[in-house]
């Protein structure tokens, strides 16, 4: 199918004073480096088997991940420093990984370890950068930042009986007006409009946001007095409660204890990381996996979210054309937060009583990067420990 041409590519921008540019990671930028001072999610853990290498760019910077066949993942350079060719071709040997090009091969520290047609010595003049990881519900997590990483991990399992679903959606816009959605609780009344799950037109919920000493407490009450407590970790992490994919086709449990995160692949594309906790109840758990595995089936046939998200961005279908689509949810994100621009365009902005939230986020992330622009201290964030009551 042809798309037309979009407006999706970033408008002009006033210049803005103070510390607002919050969308561009790439190195050397002053929100690349407050992303840069946090563990970020890289991968999905089932999508990086012992044994294999892959390619990964991240914040505007390329990556080697693999997995070592005794089973820890490892991130090194991009490129091996010989004659430059990429690693992600390579060769996984036990937990190292060699150059395909000429065989120079790397441990997990990025030292050279063997370089099959040279002088001995010359194996150990020659590093390569490595990064820490870790591994939590379901994803590989790095650290790109300077210095000895924070503490790991940076927010708690799920507590309780259940297990842990992790999934990926690639979304074709900057990161940070997503990252915004997530303190957007209004919107799932129109934006997920189309799949019937909300109401048209509710009551707005009394919402306060309250800096702690991991980031944002959110509290929303409805006028029934119903109250939700979500934390949101700085920079970039929100715990919250939120539908499950598969149950929208009624697949599966309706609502999960989840964790939400953006990470920039470019300053124009990311990546958005769920890991769930499923609850199962006991004795359903082979009723649960079949219905699972029909949802995985009916994804994989599925188009990717983002390429209808950008085809009704263009005008070439509606989303009624795709309300049948077994992830719906995320097709409209793509409409609602690609429909901003590729980059959203904030000096033309004019925000209301609901952007409290925004507004309270954004300041945080202005006086971070303020800090980091002075070289004064920034707020040393704490793990969440547990789930505020
Ligand atoms: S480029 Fe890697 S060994 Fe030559
Ligand atoms: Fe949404």
């Known amino acids: 199918m042809n798309v037309a041409v979009t407006d999706l590519k970033p408008r002009a921008r006033k210049a803005s004073a103070g510390y607002t540019d919050f969308e561009h990671t790439g190195p050397g930028t002053l929100a690349g480096k407050f992303m840069r001072s946090a563990w970020q999610p890289i991968q999905r853990s089932q999508d990086l088997p012992a044994g294999r290498a892959k390619p990964l760019r991240i914040m505007s910077e390329n990556f080697t991940l693999f997995r070592g066949e005794s089973g820890v993942a490892q991130v090194l350079a991009q490129r091996c420093p010989h004659r430059g060719t990429q690693l992600s071709a390579g060769w996984v040997e036990g937990d190292t990984l060699r150059c395909l090009y000429h065989g120079w091969r790397y441990d997990a520290t990025g030292q050279c370890v063997e370089q099959p047609s040279e002088d001995a010595a010359f194996a150990a003049k020659v590093r390569i950068a490595s990064y820490p990881t ?14 000895e990483p924070p503490a790991f991990p940076h927010i708690p399992a799920f507590v309780g009986e259940g297990r842990v679903e992790a999934s990926v959606e690639y979304f074709p816009c900057n990161f940070f007006q ?4 997530s303190f957007d609780e209004y919107h799932v009344h129109f934006t997920h409009r189309t799949g019937g ?13 309250t800096e702690t000493e991991y980031g944002i407490l959110r509290r929303s009450e409805t006028a029934d007095g119903k109250v939700r407590l979500s934390p949101f970790l ?3 992490v929100l715990r919250t409660i939120v539908p499950s994919p598969n149950a929208m086709q009624g697949h599966g449990p309706s ?5 939400l995160m953006k990470v920039p692949v470019d300053d124009h594309n990311h990546v958005f990381f769920i890991s769930q906790h499923v609850r199962i109840r006991p004795g359903e758990e082979a009723v649960y996996e079949e219905k699972h595995l029909r949802y ?15 085809e009704i961005l263009a005008g070439c279908l509606t989303l009624t054309d795709v309300v049948e ?8 994100d793509v409409v609602a937060q690609g429909g901003q621009g590729t980059i959203a365009d904030r000096s033309q902005e004019r925000l209301g009583r609901s ?21 004064k201290p920034t707020k040393q964030w704490q793990p969440l420990l547990k789930m505020p009551e």
């Not at 870790?134 to 210095?147: K, P, T, V």
């Open 197 to 209: 799950m909300h109401p048209r037109y509710p009551q707005m919920p009394h919402m306060t946001y």
């Open 355 to 375: 952007d409290t939230g925004i507004i309270a986020m954004r300041k945080i992330w202005s006086r971070e990067m303020r800090a980091i622009a002075e070289g």
């Open 178 to 181: 997503c990252w915004e959605n």
């Open 234 to 236: 700085m920079p970039n």
């Open 255 to 259: 609502v999960r204890d989840s964790y």
């Open 325 to 332: 689509h077994p992830y719906l949810a995320v097709i409209e």
């Open 134 to 147: 870790r591994e939590h519900l379901g994803l590989i997590f790095a650290y790109f930042g300077e210095g």
């Open 296 to 310: 995985l089936e009916l994804r994989a046939k599925a188009r990717p979210p983002h390429e209808l998200g950008l």
